[in-house]
C-alpha cells in the first residue's frame, strides 16, 4: 500500500481547525508491514499516517509520544529538573496527540526520575483503553534490582502505575550495557526472560521487545535467540536518525552504523521502533550552514522534520518523540499527518548534512541524563547541551576571528545561565563514574575537560 502523500505543508495548516476537533481516520488494518492507503481507506487531508504490525494487526501511528522529556512545572524538561511534572500541562498534549491520530505511548520506570509511568496513566485513563498502545520496560539497571523478585516487583509497579492489566508493548531496557554481564545478571539467569515469555502467553504482555544500547554482540546474541526460536521478538527499539545512519553512534573499530542496525532487523522482518530520531535535540538545532541548506530545499519545513522524515524507514513501525512542550507535538503531528517519505535525493542530501554535523566536533550527548546524578554535582548533561548549542550557534570561535569577542561574551554569559557555576565542567575530576552508564558510549570526563578548557581560555581571554 502506499501513504497518502498529496498534502503539502500549506495545505494542512489549513486543515488544522478539523485536526483541533478531533476529526481524523484511524485507518484499517492490513497486510503485514504495509502503511495506510487513501486508497482502501478514504482519508481527511492532515490525517496520521499509520503502519501495521504484522504480528497483531495492531494499526500503529508513525508518531509515537516518548514520555522521557515531559514539563515540569516550571517550563523545564523534568529529566533535567528537579521541580513536580506538570500533569495538567501532560494531559493537555495527551490529549491534542490522540486528537490527531497518535495512538503508541512509550515510557519507562527510569524516566522523570521515576514519575513518568504514573503520569501517562493519569493521562490515558480518561481515554478508551482498546484505543492506545503503552510502551514500558524492564528497566532494571541497579544490581539491587537484578533479581528475580525485584524484576518481577518492577513488572507490577508498572501495571499499578499505569493503570492497566496489560502493556501493549513491552522492553528489555538498554540491552548492551554492561556487555553480556548485564544480558546475564538482568534478564537471563534471573529468569526475567521466561517470565515476560510467560506472561505474553497470558495476554499481561502483548508484544514483547528489547531497546538495544551499547554492546553489539548482545544485540546479535537476541537476534540469534529469536533465530533458533528461543524467543521470538515482536518489535526492537534502536537509535535511528540521519545522522547515525552511516557515523556510528559509539565510536568503535567495528563501525556498526544505524544502517547496520536496522538491515539486521528488517531481513528478519522484525518491526522497528526507532528512539533519539533527533539525537537528544541536536538534529532540531543543526549548525547553521546546514539549517540554511535545509530551508533553501524546503523553505516550509522545521529543521526538525527532516530528522524525523529520515527516521521513518519503510520497516519502521513507529518514531518516538519525546515532546517537552505543545509545539514540538504540533510540528511532529505536520510531519506525520501524513508522512512524505525522504526521496533517493533527499536521502544524499541528509548524509552530506550529517558529515558536516560530525565535522562539527559536538558531543554526542542525548540528554537521556542516565549519567546522573554526577557524585561530585556536575550538571553533565546541560554542560554539553549549552557547548552543542554555542557550537550550532557559530559561538565557538578563536582569538583570530573578528567577531569572537561578541560569541566569547555570548558563549559565557549562556553557560553561566544555561548551568549553575557549582555544576559545570570544571568540577570534574575525572572518576568516570558516569562513562558505564552513558548508552553512546561518551568519554564523559574526557569531554567535560575539553570544554573545561575552552571555557577557562574564555574567561582568561585565551584565544
Not at 70 to 80: C, K
Amino acid at each position: 500500500m502506499k501513504e497518502n502523500n498529496n498534502i503539502s505543508r500549506r495545505n494542512f495548516l489549513r486543515t488544522a481547525s478539523l485536526a483541533s476537533l478531533g476529526l481524523m481516520v484511524a485507518g484499517c488494518a492490513s497486510d503485514g508491514g504495509k502503511e495506510q492507503s487513501a486508497a482502501s481507506a478514504p482519508r481527511r487531508k492532515g490525517a496520521m499516517t499509520y503502519r501495521v504490525n504484522h504480528n497483531t494487526g495492531d494499526t500503529v501511528s508513525v508518531l509515537g509520544f516518548g514520555f522521557m522529556r515531559l514539563p515540569s512545572v516550571n517550563g523545564r524538561a523534568a529529566a533535567n529538573d528537579d521541580s513536580p511534572l506538570d500533569q495538567e500541562e501532560i494531559n493537555r498534549m495527551v490529549d491534542e496527540a490522540i486528537a490527531n491520530g497518535v495512538n503508541y505511548f512509550d515510557t519507562s520506570p527510569a524516566y522523570c526520575r521515576g514519575l513518568s509511568e504514573a503520569a501517562l496513566g493519569e493521562a490515558l485513563k480518561r481515554h478508551p483503553r482498546d484505543k492506545v498502545f503503552i510502551a514500558t520496560k524492564l528497566s532494571n539497571f541497579d544490581p539491587s534490582q537484578h533479581s528475580h523478585e525485584e524484576s518481577v516487583a518492577m513488572f507490577n509497579r508498572s501495571l499499578q502505575y499505569l493503570q492497566t492489566d496489560y502493556i501493549d508493548y513491552y522492553l528489555l531496557h538498554v540491552v548492551g550495557s554492561g556487555s553480556f554481564k548485564g544480558l546475564h545478571d538482568r534478564f537471563l539467569d534471573n529468569g526475567m526472560m521466561d517470565f515476560c515469555k510467560e506472561q505474553r502467553a497470558k495476554g499481561t504482555i502483548r508484544n514483547l521487545g528489547f531497546s538495544y544500547h551499547g554492546d553489539v554482540d548482545c544485540f546479535l546474541d537476541f537476534l540469534e535467540r529469536h533465530d533458533r526460536g528461543e524467543v521470538h521478538w515482536d518489535f526492537v527499539q534502536i537509535q535511528l536518525n540521519y545522522v547515525n545512519w552511516e557515523h556510528p553512534a559509539e565510536p568503535s573499530d567495528r563501525n556498526i552504523t544505524a544502517e547496520f542496525l536496522y538491515n539486521e532487523l528488517a531481513k528478519r522482518d522484525i518491526p522497528v521502533v526507532i528512539m533519539e530520531p533527533l539525537l537528544g535535540g541536536a538534529l532540531a538545532k543543526v549548525p547553521k550552514p546546514v539549517a540554511a541548506k535545509m530551508a533553501q530545499r524546503r523553505p516550509e519545513e522545521s529543521v526538525a522534520s527532516w530528522a524525523f522524515r529520515f527516521a521513518a524507514q519503510p520497516k519502521v513501525l513507529t518514531v518516538l518523540s519525546g515532546m517537552t512542550y505543545m509545539d514540538h507535538l504540533r510540528d511532529n503531528l505536520a510531519t506525520y499527518s501524513p508522512l512524505e517519505p525522504v526521496t533517493a535525493e533527499d536521502h544524499e542530501f541528509l548524509m552530506r548534512c550529517a558529515t558536516e554535523i560530525v565535522e562539527n566536533k559536538s558531543v554526542p550527548c542525548t540528554s537521556c541524563a542516565y549519567c546522573m546524578p554526577c557524585p561530585y554535582g556536575i550538571d553533565i548533561p546541560a554542560t554539553f547541551r549549552h557547548y552543542n548549542t554555542a557550537l550550532n550557534d557559530d559561538l565557538v570561535l578563536d582569538g583570530r576571528d573578528p567577531r569572537y569577542a561578541e560569541a566569547r561574551r555570548q558563549f559565557l554569559q549562556g553557560y553561566d545561565k544555561a548551568v549553575d557555576p557549582l555544576r559545570q565542567a570544571d568540577m570534574c575530576i575525572g572518576c568516570g563514574k558516569c562513562v558505564s552508564h552513558c548508552p553512546q558510549g561518551i568519554k564523559i570526563p574526557a569531554e567535560l575537560a575539553r570544554i573545561n578548557d575552552y571555557v577557562q581560555g574564555r574567561r582568561n581571554k585565551i584565544s
